[in-house]
């Protein structure tokens, strides 16, 4: 072989050499740049397209109106001085599509009945309110209205202190028994006489008793004479601390104090010196007062209508054992028109009803 064919060919495997290496050197750096950019992307929060699936803005649907009023409590029981406000209830209003949602702004109350004061956005329980008492007070909210019904309950745990003394004396739905006193020097200051009625003693202190009470027993007695030709009396009404502490002690002195306390109350503990009781007889009955009154005509009435006119008979037969006292028929005890309603119906006594 020639020397010139030699450099030939020493000259083209030159060339294949210097292209595969630059072959190979294209091939590492390409292979580098992916994993550069691969490590590159992962560190790059991926943007998400922006979304063809356009919103159209959410239009009122005016046709959706208010069609009712729901509240939670429909019935609600309150005390004599409270304040009901929109606090007192859950009121929601109740639109055509079904949904509801809370209301306790812009909200108006309304009513005709008198044991219900209004006082700026509230509405007050009236102090004359009386135990048994009930009125419909009505909700109103943007053209609608709701009619709620309020009971009035006075429990016997929020008008006592701590020395066993009544503290809601001026109420007519007090009550007074061997638990709850009346203080000392606790005198009714409505105290009235009782002009037109008969009355069998002349003790003026005993012929009184608070302007409620007398206005009731003057209709009662009335009503008897009207209806059935009866002729009541009043024997004895409003007895002071003192007259009721010298009648126990001589009735202790003459039958013993376990006899006395049968049909005697202690000093404080008399309904009589709250001014809303009075013993009443008839002539049938000799003017006296004894439980035979009950077998009598003018007893039997006064048995069935005494709660028309807002009294009880305050120690019925056969509840001795809860009232602490024997039966009394001939005594009556004035509580409001509502509460002799339900206790006569019901023949609760007055501890039975609170309880």
Known sequence: MSKKSNRHKRKRAFIMVTALLILLFIAIKVTNGNLQDKNNSANIPSTPLPSTDIKEPVKEDKDDIITELSISPENYTAKTGEIINADTFKIKAVYKSGKSEDIDENITYSTDNSIFKFQDDSVIISDDALTADSGILTVNYDGMAKDITIKIFNGLSDNINENSIVTNISAYDMIVN??????????????????????????????????????????????????????????????????????????????????????????????????????????????????????????????????????????????????????????????????????????????????
Request: hydrophobic share 30%.
């Open 178 to 355: 061997k638990v709850r006193n009346l203080s000392s020097n606790y005198v009714p200051e409505d105290l009235v006489p009782l002009d037109g009625i008969p009355t069998i003693l002349k003790n003026p202190e005993v012929n009184q008793l608070r302007k409620v009470a007398y206005d009731a027993l003057k209709k009662l007695f009335s009503k008897a004479k009207e209806e059935k030709s009866f002729e009541l009396y009043a024997r004895s009404g409003y007895r002071s601390y003192n007259t009721q502490k010298d009648l126990y002690n001589s009735y202790v002195a003459n039958h013993g104090q376990e006899a006395a306390d049968k049909f005697s109350a202690k000093p404080g503990q008399s309904e009589h010196q709250s001014g809303l009781a009075m013993d009443i007889t008839s002539a049938s009955m000799n003017y006296q007062l004894d439980d035979t009154f009950f077998d009598t005509e003018e007893g039997k009435w006064v048995a069935e209508n005494a709660h028309r006119f807002g009294f009880v008979i305050r120690y019925p037969k056969g509840k001795e054992d809860i009232t602490g006292y024997q039966y009394e028929p001939w005594h009556l005890r004035y509580v409001g028109l509502s509460l002799a309603k339900e206790t006569y119906e019901s023949q609760l006594t007055l501890e039975e009803y609170y309880k």
